[in-house]
């Protein structure tokens, strides 16, 4: 898992400074958690998520923004609750999920948004 900063962000995910409409530069759908240190419900979804990009690795990249380091990015999409998940599939809009989500919920939005099954 690929913590971001905001270079590799505008490279590998969307690059807003270019870009008045989004527009995907990864190669295959992406989940991104925007999380801090400090938060409790953060470090629930952390072991999840190091368990699903084991699982599905090739798949999907699952990325981490620490909002603390990067407001510019959390402030682009207007994070204002953390953790927010991020999920973009390769085709559409990117869809946001708020909240510690269990794996299973994560499991079914990767194969609803995502179009990726295991």
Request: hydrophobic share 35%; with cysteine.
């Amino acid at each position: 898992m690929e913590h971001l900063t905001k270079q590799s962000f505008l490279d590998k995910v969307y690059n807003f400074e270019t870009n008045k409409e989004w527009k995907f530069e990864g190669e295959k759908p992406a989940l991104i958690d925007f999380y801090a240190d400090w938060c409790q419900p953060c470090k629930v979804v952390a072991p999840i998520l190091e368990e699903l990009s084991k699982e599905y690795e090739g798949k999907i990249d699952i990325y981490k923004v620490n909002t603390e380091e990067e407001q510019e990015l959390s402030g682009a999409f207007g994070i204002r609750s953390i953790p927010s998940l991020l999920f973009i599939p390769m085709d559409g809009q990117p869809q946001m999920a708020q909240g510690a989500l269990p794996k299973n919920t994560l499991e079914e939005a990767f194969k609803s948004v995502l179009k990726v099954e295991k």
